[in-house]
């Protein structure tokens, strides 16, 4: 099976937006100069062509919100890069960019550890099963138009 996330619109009268089954990652508005428009992203898998009516919140929603007291924890800078390894003291739990920059969250431990980061963007080939992903946040860029890079901590 193939996956990839995708973005659909959502109707800005009825909040439906029609697209398959899959794992919702964010619902955000966005004018960007090219799109203007409540948006849902999510991870599909490409040979699943059935539509469905889903209704989404009216507010900015995220699989992976921001947590409180990020200040308190081990912040890495990543590459832009699709695939990485980080080095840190535990375990990253979330990601976020900030002044053009991409970083990880990393959880407090005791010892040094390597973790492995995969980055994809919309439209783009998940070339790891989906089952060994864990997602962490996303990440923006601007390239004349938002990029979101969405971010992900894989196991082997």
Known sequence: ?????????????????????????????????????DFVWQIVETSNKELFDAHL???S????????????????ELKVK????ILSYGEP????????????YCRNARELRYSKIAVF?????????IEKLTYLG????WII?????YSFKYHE
């Open 61 to 76: 929603w995220s699989l992976r919100p921001r947590p409180e007291n990020l200040s308190s924890f081990e912040r890495k």
């Open 1 to 37: 099976m193939e996956y990839k996330i995708f973005k659909y619109s959502i109707d800005p009268v009825t909040r439906i937006a029609k697209m398959p089954k899959g794992q919702i990652l964010r619902v955000d508005y966005v004018d960007d100069g090219f799109y203007k428009g």
């Open 145 to 149: 138009q938002e990029l979101g890079l």
């Open 93 to 104: 739990f979330y990601a976020e960019e900030d002044d053009g920059k991409m970083f990880v």
């Open 121 to 129: 963007k919309t439209g783009q080939k998940i070339d790891i099963p």
């Open 82 to 85: 699709e695939k990485q390894e």
């Open 138 to 141: 996303l990440n923006r860029l």
């Open 57 to 59: 919140p009216t507010v």
